[in-house]
């Protein structure tokens, strides 16, 4: 099966970071939906979805990163970074980039919540 995506999960500067490589797509938006929900699930203060080693972002990858916005609420802030025309194009064509924060580079992600 073609269709592959990893995850990972990192505990960096006080935030996790959910490391998400490969496509994300209608046969992997679950797992990337499951990854999130057990992530969320410790409650952390701060959850960064870094998007960069990601190839391909359907519409149900989307969905599943706003459905993680929604599940958060006020517990836990959600940044994404994303960077390239595989995500962030879609992100902002889609106005999501106004729905959670989006960075470019995981430093920047991480520099943001240090100054909240």
């Not at 459905?67 to 994404?80: K, L, M, N, P």
């Amino acid at each position: 099966m073609a269709d592959t995506m990893t995850t990972s999960v990192a505990a960096h500067d006080g935030a996790t970071v959910l490391t998400v490589t490969g496509e994300v797509d209608l046969a992997t938006a679950p797992a990337l939906e499951n990854a999130i929900e057990g992530v969320l699930g410790d409650k952390p203060a701060a959850l960064i979805i870094d998007l960069t080693g990601v190839s391909f972002l359907a519409s149900a990858g989307m969905a599943a990163l706003v459905a993680a916005h929604q599940r958060a609420g006020a517990a836990t802030s959600i940044a994404v970074v994303a960077d390239g025309p595989a995500t962030s194009r879609q992100l902002k064509m889609t106005a999501l980039d106004q729905v959670f924060a989006l960075h470019s580079t995981l430093e920047a992600a991480l520099a943001a919540l240090r100054a909240n």
